[in-house]
């Protein structure tokens, strides 16, 4: 990386908004923004197994690349999947269109969690040479690195699949805390690494999914959850303690500032709880990143511009925001809405 480039990130707004520091305007980026909402994506992912995409760096360099061509956005996000490391580790699982990941054999025992091999960084070359492709192709616009957290990587994989009560995964996780904590710890050792790797490969940001924490209580996820994901995010601070840390889940109001004390920089709202209050319970250290409904988008434009001047005032009250959506873009969505949409944002928060 060239000094010039080194710069361009430091100042870009949206590592200057996660450090809280004052911006040219609100950044702003979408999850899931590369993805079936482009028909480019569609193109080149035709007939390719998820899996596979995710393992081909020409490829991933190309699908990230795709929406910071067409919206404008101020971060990219790597393209691949929560699921990648854990199929990296041994785990035979598959991602079944329309349906999401699928585990052969579902963890349940103590054989089935000693089964789950180490990740080292060496079984990630690929991974390595795609962020390496893309950090060449970005110059100073920053990518961020990510990585599913541990209890959402235990649902999917004592259940089975995706679910909506996560019965399975509450009952080992109450019922046998050894086992649950044996499976957390060695999933967080997973996603750590994951994510050293982006990093270390020149990731500028990473961001911790934890889809699904808001199944559980505040108490479950300081009892069963936040050690493990403190471990993820602890660990990419140990060796890279200037790389923003985001940590995101949906439904997580009133697991915020257990969220923060995981070790986040910055947290990532969903669309439920108004930027400005989640900001007051995170305290004068977080940033904030958030939170337009998706659906919204669905809407008449000036709808949509409504509810993005809403999130923006909010966003005006914290010590930094990065502007994006409460949860992923949705497939059905227009393209050009988003592009609009980050026009919007740029010109409407211009200092």
């Given at each position: 990386m060239t000094t010039s480039t080194a710069t361009a990130l430091s100042d870009s707004p949206f590592l200057r908004a996660c450090r809280r520091q004052p911006v040219p305007h609100t950044p702003v980026w979408f999850m899931?923004?590369?993805?079936?909402?482009?028909?480019?994506?569609?193109?080149?992912?035709?007939?390719?197994?998820?899996?596979?995409?995710?393992?081909?760096?020409?490829?991933?360099?190309?699908?990230?690349?795709?929406?910071?061509?067409?919206?404008?956005?101020?971060?990219?996000?790597?393209?691949?999947?929560?699921?990648?490391?854990?199929?990296?580790?041994?785990?035979?699982?598959?991602?079944a269109p329309g349906v999401g990941p699928v585990v052969a054999r579902p963890v349940r025992t103590a054989a089935d969690i000693d089964a789950i091999g180490k990740l080292d960084g060496g079984d990630l070359g690929d991974i390595a040479e795609a962020v390496r492709l893309l950090c060449a192709e970005l110059g100073g616009t920053p990518l961020i690195g990510f990585a599913g957290a541990p209890f959402t990587l235990a649902s999917y994989l004592i259940e089975g699949g995706p679910?909506?009560?996560?019965?399975?995964?509450?009952?080992?996780?109450?019922?046998?805390?050894?086992?649950?904590?044996?499976?957390?710890?060695?999933?967080?050792?997973?996603s750590a690494e994951f994510?050293?790797?982006?990093?270390?490969?020149?990731?500028?940001?990473?961001?911790?999914?934890?889809?699904?924490?808001?199944?559980?209580?505040?108490?479950?996820?300081?009892?069963?959850?936040l050690p493990h994901s403190a471990a993820v995010l602890a660990s990419v601070a140990a060796g890279f303690p200037d790389v923003p840390r985001i940590h995101f889940g949906v439904g997580t109001a009133v697991l915020l500032p257990a969220m923060?004390?995981?070790?986040?920089?910055?947290?990532?709202?969903?669309?439920?709880?108004?930027?400005?209050?989640?900001?007051?319970?995170?305290?004068?250290?977080?940033?904030?990143?958030?939170?337009?409904?998706?659906?919204?988008?669905?809407?008449?434009?000036?709808?949509?511009?409504?509810?993005?001047?809403?999130?923006?005032?909010?966003?005006a009250a914290t010590p930094g925001h990065v502007f994006n959506l409460g949860h992923g873009v949705l497939p059905e969505t227009d393209p050009t809405v988003l592009t609009r949409l980050v026009e919007l944002i740029h010109e409407a928060s211009r200092r």
């Open positions: 899931r923004q590369a993805g079936r909402s482009l028909p480019e994506y569609r193109e080149v992912r035709a007939s390719i197994p998820m899996l596979e995409a995710c393992r081909r760096p020409d490829l991933v360099c190309e699908v990230t690349l795709q929406p910071v061509r067409r919206h404008g956005v101020d971060a990219a996000i790597f393209f691949s999947d929560i699921m990648v490391p854990l199929a990296a580790a041994g785990v035979d699982l598959d991602i679910s909506r009560t996560y019965t399975r995964t509450k009952a080992l996780m109450y019922g046998e805390p050894a086992l649950w904590h044996d499976l957390a710890g060695r999933l967080a050792a997973i994510l050293r790797v982006q990093v270390a490969a020149g990731a500028s940001a990473v961001q911790l999914f934890d889809s699904w924490a808001g199944a559980l209580s505040e108490a479950d996820y300081r009892r069963y959850v923060a004390e995981a070790g986040a920089s910055v947290v990532g709202v969903d669309w439920r709880t108004p930027l400005d209050v989640a900001s007051a319970r995170l305290g004068p250290d977080v940033a904030v990143q958030g939170n337009l409904d998706p659906a919204a988008l669905f809407a008449p434009w000036p709808a949509v511009e409504t509810e993005a001047r809403r999130v923006l005032a909010e966003g």
